[in-house]
């Protein structure tokens, strides 16, 4: 299993790319980040000097969405990102969240989704693509070469993932939930003659290493966490209702939902999560030490998850690195004999 780092691209901007650089140290492989330009800075320029002070994580969005971007131009940005530090990039996509809410907007269709999953990948990909009634390539972008992950929870958008994207992002580390996920994804790629396990998958959530002692602690610094996903399980619950095929353990706790500031989003402390219980974070973080770690990570594992992206938003950023660094990844390494 790989493992990567969520990070927000909160100033000073030389902060995260220090954290970058040194989650490359620690052995992680993949260097995400928030994309929401109105909340904290600009993350495809933040990408272009990680990029250029490591030499092997790849680095994408978690999740950008086609409605605060123009398609061409974030297809561009990521061929020009390729060509110059090669092929290192990695589009997460979703229907959209705090950029657009934060700006009055909406998440888009998944139609939409769709269609700007296939015009991003293409372009990225050096293919011409059919767009606003042309077909457009990016002429120089032939050697580039870009994955799209779809990051969703109800049963269209997982649909759409499985029959569409080149991975699945799952925000969240329950594994309940990441079994039904995981199948409807696999199930929809191979209703749509697709191989299902060409598919990858990422489970992303606040991880925190730490003695049991402090779980208190530990939950109140990402409780925000359920929060943000509470924000897209309101949306699918008025979708579908309350009775659906969704299962009741990422939908129920959010009754107590009242209201979201999206000017506390992703932070400590966020006064409208207070509905969140510890038995949400605990399922859907991963707490304590770091054989609790292990434990879910063999767990997810074995339902197939290929990475475990850590959402890093609280005050044990440094030691949960050293500690995934020393301690996890080395434990989920396959070990083999120099000798025998």
């Given at each position: 299993m790989d493992i990567g780092v969520v990070l927000q691209t909160t100033p000073p901007a030389a902060?995260?790319?220090?954290?970058?650089?040194?989650?490359?140290?620690?052995?992680?492989?993949?260097?995400?980040?928030?994309?929401?330009?109105?909340?904290?800075?600009?993350?495809?320029?933040?990408?272009?000097?990680?990029?250029?002070?490591?030499?092997n994580v790849v680095v994408g969005p978690m999740v950008t969405n086609p409605a605060t971007r123009d398609w061409t131009v974030t297809a561009s940005t990521y061929a020009t990102l390729n060509e110059m530090y090669g092929n290192r990039t990695v589009c997460g996509i979703g229907r959209g969240d705090s950029a657009v809410r934060i700006t009055n907007g909406k998440p888009t269709t998944l139609a939409t989704m769709g269609e700007s999953i296939n015009v991003i990948r293409e372009l990225a990909n050096g293919r011409g693509v059919e767009y606003n009634g042309s077909t457009i390539t990016l002429p120089w972008a032939?050697?580039?070469?870009?994955?799209?992950?779809?990051?969703g929870y109800g049963p269209k958008a997982l649909q759409l993932i499985g029959e569409t994207c080149d991975g699945f992002?799952?925000?969240?580390?329950?594994?309940?939930?990441?079994?039904?996920t995981i199948g409807s994804v696999r199930a929809a790629a191979e209703a749509a003659g697709r191989d299902p396990d060409e598919l990858t998958?990422?489970?992303?959530?606040?991880?925190?290493?730490?003695?049991?002692?402090?779980?208190?602690?530990?939950?109140?610094?990402?409780?925000?966490?359920?929060?943000?996903?509470g924000n897209h399980v309101a949306d699918i619950v008025e979708r579908y209702g309350e009775s659906s095929d969704v299962p009741a353990a990422l939908t129920e706790y959010i009754r107590g939902r009242t209201a979201y500031d999206y000017n506390q989003h992703g932070q400590v402390g966020?006064?409208?999560?207070?509905?969140?219980?510890?038995?949400?974070?605990?399922?859907?973080?991963?707490?304590?030490?770091?054989?609790?770690?292990?434990?879910?990570?063999?767990?997810?594992?074995?339902?197939?998850?290929?990475?475990?992206?850590?959402?890093?938003?609280?005050?044990?950023?440094?030691?949960?690195?050293?500690?995934?660094?020393?301690?996890?990844?080395?434990?989920?390494?396959?070990?083999?004999?120099?000798?025998?």
């Amino acid at each position: 299993m790989d493992i990567g780092v969520v990070l927000q691209t909160t100033p000073p901007a030389a902060r995260v790319v220090d954290l970058a650089k040194r989650a490359e140290a620690y052995g992680f492989s993949h260097v995400w980040t928030f994309d929401s330009h109105i909340l904290w800075e600009e993350p495809y320029v933040i990408f272009s000097q990680i990029l250029n002070e490591t030499r092997n994580v790849v680095v994408g969005p978690m999740v950008t969405n086609p409605a605060t971007r123009d398609w061409t131009v974030t297809a561009s940005t990521y061929a020009t990102l390729n060509e110059m530090y090669g092929n290192r990039t990695v589009c997460g996509i979703g229907r959209g969240d705090s950029a657009v809410r934060i700006t009055n907007g909406k998440p888009t269709t998944l139609a939409t989704m769709g269609e700007s999953i296939n015009v991003i990948r293409e372009l990225a990909n050096g293919r011409g693509v059919e767009y606003n009634g042309s077909t457009i390539t990016l002429p120089w972008a032939s050697k580039s070469r870009l994955e799209v992950w779809g990051a969703g929870y109800g049963p269209k958008a997982l649909q759409l993932i499985g029959e569409t994207c080149d991975g699945f992002i799952l925000q969240l580390a329950d594994l309940s939930i990441a079994e039904w996920t995981i199948g409807s994804v696999r199930a929809a790629a191979e209703a749509a003659g697709r191989d299902p396990d060409e598919l990858t998958i990422c489970v992303a959530a606040p991880a925190y290493v730490g003695p049991v002692e402090d779980l208190a602690h530990m939950r109140d610094q990402v409780r925000w966490f359920g929060g943000m996903v509470g924000n897209h399980v309101a949306d699918i619950v008025e979708r579908y209702g309350e009775s659906s095929d969704v299962p009741a353990a990422l939908t129920e706790y959010i009754r107590g939902r009242t209201a979201y500031d999206y000017n506390q989003h992703g932070q400590v402390g966020n006064t409208h999560t207070t509905f969140v219980p510890d038995e949400i974070i605990d399922r859907f973080c991963i707490l304590g030490p770091v054989d609790a770690h292990l434990d879910r990570l063999h767990s997810l594992a074995d339902l197939g998850v290929d990475q475990f992206a850590i959402y890093l938003q609280h005050d044990g950023k440094d030691d949960t690195l050293a500690q995934y660094g020393e301690h996890v990844i080395p434990a989920l390494r396959e070990h083999t004999l120099a000798k025998r």
